[in-house]
């Protein structure tokens, strides 16, 4: 599929994504911005896949900082995703 939204393609729009990674149990959505790059899994570097959900409202401003998401961490059953 050539519009395939995936690890090392560039974000092209910013919203919410979610998370096609059936290796290892992944959050199941990520907020990402326009041009950034989709993250990739930290456990095993392979493609993760991404469909965008919600759409950023127009006009968003970024904050004076940016945080780049490199890689997803895998969640461990009975782990906190917010314990992190």
Do not use: W
Request: charged content about 20%; hydrophobic content about 35%; aromatic content about 8%.
């Amino acid at each position: 599929m050539a519009n395939e939204l995936r690890t090392g393609c560039a974000v092209p729009a910013p919203g919410i994504y979610s998370v096609s990674h059936p290796q290892h149990r992944l959050p199941q959505e990520v907020t990402l911005l326009k041009d950034h790059l989709f993250p990739r899994c930290s456990r095993c570097g392979e493609s993760v896949y991404y469909t965008l959900v919600r759409s950023a409202p127009a006009g968003i401003r970024p904050y004076s900082f940016i945080v780049n998401l490199y890689e997803l961490p895998e969640l461990v059953e009975g782990e906190s995703s917010l314990a992190r």
